[in-house]
């Protein structure tokens, strides 16, 4: 028989990672925070009390685990820039590009505007975003909206800009 914990850990260590590595863009302090996120999950496992899914609950985890550690960074000074991760070799110069634009785009968004986009692309329903960021969800559909808009003007500047 297999160990629930075990299971849990098994079928979301990569969504979770993804989250947070997009979250943070820095490989090291993604997997670290990972780390974290289910050590917490695994010590409140017992509290759990069925209000969501095990999967919306995790990323509650991961994101209240990732606002904790930037808050601390931040009053110690110490933020770490990103990793600068490289494009498959198969890329063109043209896609490299635009991953790059992308990429910095992304970080010019605010803590709520990357969450926001980051939990949807991981396929989070409105309600569970909602459960999630402590939003309603008419707050989560705005903000989504506004997100992209944001993300958009971003991304059109760094484009004119060359970057």
């Not at 260590?13 to 917490?40: Q, V």
């Not at 402590?134 to 760094?158: C, D, H, P, S, W």
Request: hydrophobic share 35%; net charge neutral; charged share 30%.
């Amino acid at each position: 028989m297999t160990d629930p914990l075990e299971e849990l850990y098994q079928a979301y260590k990569e969504p979770i990672f993804r989250y947070l590595n997009n979250m943070c863009r820095n490989r090291s302090i993604a997997e670290e925070l990972t780390h974290d996120t289910f050590i917490k999950a695994f010590k409140g496992y017992a509290r759990f009390r069925g209000e969501s899914s095990l999967k919306t609950w995790l990323f509650k985890i991961a994101r209240n685990t990732y606002i904790n550690e930037a808050m601390r960074l931040a009053r110690q000074n110490e933020i770490p820039y990103p990793e600068s991760g490289e494009p498959p070799a198969s890329d063109t110069t043209h896609n490299m590009d635009v991953v790059i634009i992308v990429k910095q785009t992304f970080q010019r968004l605010s803590e709520k505007e990357r969450s926001l986009l980051a939990l949807r692309d991981q396929g989070f329903s409105i309600n569970d975003m909602a459960y999630i960021l402590n939003q309603t969800e008419g707050n989560i559909k705005v903000g989504i909206y506004r997100a992209k808009k944001k993300f958009m003007e971003y991304y059109l500047e760094g484009e004119a800009e060359g970057r």
